[in-house]
T-cell receptor
């Protein structure tokens, strides 16, 4: 009964390849996010989807393309991988559209995907 | 400009002592939220505590409390009676953005080590 799950947990690939990371939440939340944690542990938001609609896109290279087939899933596809893409990618979800949930906006994080580009 | 500042890159504390992790923030919003997350060596992000800008009382969750000083824009995390399992990275974060487009902005983190 994992709340937010990501696959794969580890991803090692060569420069120039295309890869995808999948995220699923079973919390019934309507908002999902992708965050990137760099080698210095700094966490920064990349994207946010609300009800399958892209809400936040934080100056991320267009090699990164999120896709939300439904409210429970938010996948991240990365084209032409570069060395600098090596990081831990976290998916998160929240129920943040009204009332206390809107104000609170606690985000539940997945376990992370460690991407290593060689 | 850094919106969330954690000035302690690392802290070392003896087991059973209390520890305060510092966090200052910068915002012009009247309504905002402040969070603390714990990231153990296994890598997952664990929510610890939340403080809303309009909350009059400091938040508490078990051994965790948040020392919220609004005028000083600080939201320090206090861990009482520290345990070895508290050793981890700790991140302060602020919720910002408009309705439906909110995000968390994180500080640089503090690595806490509890010594036996």
């Amino acid at each position: 009964d994992t709340a937010v799950s990501q696959t794969p947990k580890y991803l090692v690939t060569q420069m120039g390849n295309d890869k995808s990371i999948k995220c699923e939440q079973n919390l019934g939340h309507d908002t999902m996010y992708w965050y990137k944690q760099d080698s210095k542990k700094f966490l920064k938001i990349m994207f946010s989807y609300n009800n399958k609609e892209l809400i936040i896109n934080e100056t991320v290279p267009n090699r990164f393309s999120p896709k939300s087939p439904d409210k429970a899933h938010l996948n991240l596809h990365i084209n032409s991988l570069e060395l600098g893409d090596s990081a831990v990618y976290f998916c998160a979800s929240s129920q943040g559209t009204s009332g206390r949930a809107l104000v609170y906006n606690e985000q539940f994080f997945g376990p992370g995907t460690r991407l290593t580009v060689l | 400009a850094q919106k969330i500042t954690q000035t302690q890159p690392g802290m070392f504390v003896q087991e059973k002592e209390a520890v305060t992790l510092d966090c200052t923030y910068d915002t012009s919003d009247q309504s905002y939220g402040l969070f603390w997350y714990k990231q153990p060596s296994s890598g997952e992000m664990i929510f610890l505590i939340y403080q809303g800008s309009y909350d009059e009382q400091n938040a508490t969750e078990g051994r965790y409390s948040l020392n919220f000083q609004k005028a000083r824009k600080s939201a320090n995390l206090v861990i009482s009676a520290s345990q070895l399992g508290d050793s981890a990275m700790y991140f302060c974060a602020m919720r910002e953005g408009l309705q439906g487009a909110q995000k968390l902005v994180f500080g640089q983190g503090t690595r806490l080590t509890i010594n036996p």
